[in-house]
């Protein structure tokens, strides 16, 4: 008799403390199935606030840094302590996976500007975790359940895709979401569209 296969673990970045992050780990939470055993790496006071009154606070696991000052929290406002707190719910979660603690990561928004103020200067998550694996091509894949989208570009503004696409960043995108599809999706033969 074949044994049930456990849940996948997935470690949850909480982002931003200030930002929309914690509120949307608690209205996700809400919604995710059993399938996944979810972890959420953040400071459990920021989480409470972010639950409002109509709903419950959602029954995870949440790894607690406690990295959040008290005093004078609000949410909607940039800060370096903020910034280097997003961070650190970061590097745990990769050291998490990097450690076999967890299989996956999903990691809720930072701010740019926070982290830079704290000492980062990286545009957003791919670009530090790039730099933390000493990866030379990567690229960063939005999934729901009907779309996965790998982007060619990232964290720039509209008005400069046009001159930053060039075929060989389309070529490489393509590539590495059709490994990626694959490879860790499952997905036979990948159909793609180029828009």
Known sequence: MESARPPIRIAITM??????????????????????????????????????NKQQAPRTEVIDLKNVGRKGFAFGKVRAEYGRASMEYLDLAKEMVREGEADGMVTCPISKEAINLAGFRYSGHTEYLRAQAKAEDVVMMLVNQDLKMGLVTRHIPLARVPRTLDSKKISLTVTLTYQALHDFFGIARPRLVVC
């Open 15 to 52: 982002g931003d403390p200030s930002g929309i992050g914690p509120e949307l780990c608690v209205k996700a939470l809400a919604k995710l199935p059993s399938r996944a055993r979810c972890v959420v790496i953040g400071d459990r006071w920021v989480l409470e606030k972010a639950t409002s």
